[in-house]
Nanobody, 121 residues
Framework: QVQLVEFGGGLVQPGGSLRLSCAAS????????MAWYRQAPGEQRELVAA???????NFADSVKGRFTISRDNAKNTVYLQMNSLKPEDTAVYTC???????????????WGQGTQVTVSS
């Protein structure tokens, strides 16, 4: 069984920083793309940032220059460093990963439980 567990999140003032992390665990053969999505109240879920196994990042235009995504392949962990946070960054942030488990040939999609990020003074 494979699961994603997220850490971080919380309340921060505008202009502040937060770091999210997400660790994949279980019977894993390989971890492919890892990403962070977010969903604000009344809004659709949107991709924030994604990273491939070789480190190739992709960011939403709204976070470029402020957010950084990285990963530790040895730990099957992805990080999202969020700087210069704005109130409009307030959302539930959810980790996503495409993983091949030891019992499967093809990759499956996994989601974390979500963590709340609130940017407010």
């Amino acid at each position: 069984q494979v699961q994603l567990v997220e850490f971080g999140g919380g309340l921060v003032q505008p202009g502040g920083s937060l770091r999210l992390s997400c660790a994949a665990s279980g019977s894993i053969r390989s971890v492919n793309t890892m990403a962070w999505y977010r969903q604000a109240p009344g809004e659709q879920r949107e991709l924030v940032a994604a990273i491939t196994p070789d480190g190739g990042p992709n960011f939403a235009d709204s976070v470029k220059g402020r957010f950084t995504i990285s990963r530790d392949n040895a730990k099957n962990t992805v990080y999202l460093q969020m700087n210069s946070l704005k109130p409009e960054d307030t959302a539930v942030y959810t980790c996503y990963a495409r993983i091949v488990s030891r019992w499967r040939i093809y990759e499956d999609t996994y989601w974390g439980q979500g963590t709340q990020v609130t940017v407010s003074s």
